[in-house]
């Protein structure tokens, strides 16, 4: 038995010899003829093409990103931001909202606990398609006025679309007016064309009104009382301009680069607050002989502070322009509506003088006052 196990393992043994020897490689052989060339390749492109198609050597973006970080919306906008975690604010209180409003086609952008606010990326579409597409903008539809959502229907059907109104074929200033539209404030919206009455709080009175977007009712005519049959309708816009002719305005930098004029600093003022009206020689080549604008809006400014006076007198706003919490008449509401409309344009009949100027004498009408 013993000499069968050994001649078995001898038998394995022979068997694991042959096999190996089976799987060796034998000698290599002489080397065959090369094979024919494979069709080359579509070149690659450099990892840079893409960022210095924006990013150069010259102080365009430079600029830019100077200008913007000595706007209000820069500085504004950092100091408001935390209203980003609330819906009804967001929208143009964060980048977060605006984008997320620009998406879903409202006026509503969400709440964002974590808000961001404006850059470069909020209206502009940034590291995109990496070429200069990408400083197109976000927005340029026709803007669905927020008025349009309140629950009375006073101002029903609103919407401002600048590229029909105003010479604007790129609609760039729908992009503007996306935020600085009036909000509207449900159903103590008043409809000066009935009587009746709203209680207004005092928790509700101090921010009740159109808020500070106004400059785009006021430039497209619309959003406030002119005291006819149909209290809303709209009034004439000014037609030949967008917000980016002047705004934006490089001749309004002419000059004036130290103080941040013009540009995406989006200035009309210089470093002492005086308006600077350089962009408007575009235009009017004879401003200073035919149109004295800074003594249009000192007049504007005084019909305004008679209306203040007006309100104040007869208890519906403070000395601030704050509304006062108590009952008031559909007709006294819309007074101080227009009054809030045309105080927080700030631009004292730039925007629209004629629209400005019905809103105030409208209010002063709705007063008994005028």
């Keep these: 038995m013993k000499k069968l196990k050994q001649f078995i393992w001898l038998v394995v043994m022979a068997l694991a010899v042959v096999f190996a020897s089976c799987t060796k490689e034998g000698p290599q052989g002489p080397p065959g003829s090369d094979g024919t060339n494979g069709t080359d390749g579509i070149n690659g492109v450099d990892g840079t093409a893409g960022c210095i198609t924006c990013h150069t050597n010259d102080s365009e973006l430079a600029i830019k990103s100077a200008q913007f970080a000595h706007s209000t919306h820069f500085i504004g906008g950092q100091e408001h931001v935390g209203y980003g975690g609330r819906s009804s604010c967001s929208m143009c209180h964060s980048h977060n909202g605006f984008l997320t409003a620009v998406t879903d086609g409202t006026n509503s952008g969400g709440e964002h606990p974590e808000a961001a606010s404006m850059s470069c990326y909020t209206c502009h579409q940034i590291h995109t398609s990496y070429t200069r597409d990408d400083y197109g903008l976000h927005y340029t539809d026709a803007v669905d006025f927020y008025l349009n959502e309140n629950d009375n229907g006073v101002f029903a059907g609103l919407e401002v679309d600048a590229t029909n109104q105003y010479s604007d074929p790129d609609g760039l200033s729908n992009t503007c007016i996306k935020c600085h539209q009036p909000r509207h404030r449900g159903t103590s919206q008043p409809d000066p064309s009935v009587e009746g009455s709203i209680e207004i709080s005092a928790?509700?009175?101090?921010?009740?009104?159109?808020?500070?977007?106004?400059?785009?009712?006021?430039?497209?005519?619309?959003?406030?009382?002119?005291?006819?049959?149909?209290?809303?309708?709209?009034?004439?816009?000014?037609?030949?301009?967008?917000?980016?002719?002047?705004?934006?305005?490089?001749?309004?930098?002419?000059?004036?680069?130290?103080?941040?004029?013009?540009?995406?600093?989006?200035?009309?003022?210089?470093a002492d607050g005086l308006p600077v009206f350089t962009a408007c020689d575009e235009c009017h080549t004879d401003r200073g002989a035919t149109i004295d604008l800074p003594g249009k809006m000192a007049a504007n400014k005084i019909l305004l502070d008679a209306l203040h006076a007006d309100l104040m007198a007869a208890g519906i706003a403070d000395a601030d322009g704050h509304l006062v919490g108590g009952t008031w008449t559909n007709q006294q509401l819309a007074a101080y509506w227009n009054f809030a409309l045309v105080k927080n344009d700030h631009s004292y009949g730039i925007h629209n003088e004629e629209y400005t100027q019905s809103l105030i004498n409208a209010a002063r009408t709705y007063l008994g006052t005028n």
């Excluded at 509700?204 to 005519?221: K, L, V």
């Excluded at 005291?227 to 930098?253: Q, R």
């Design 203 to 270: 928790g509700s009175a101090a921010h009740w009104g159109p808020h500070y977007g106004a400059q785009g009712a006021i430039f497209g005519g619309v959003g406030g009382y002119i005291g006819t049959d149909n209290p809303t309708a709209p009034s004439g816009t000014k037609g030949h301009h967008s917000c980016k002719s002047c705004h934006m305005s490089f001749n309004a930098l002419t000059g004036n680069y130290g103080e941040y004029v013009g540009g995406h600093s989006f200035k009309m003022t210089d």
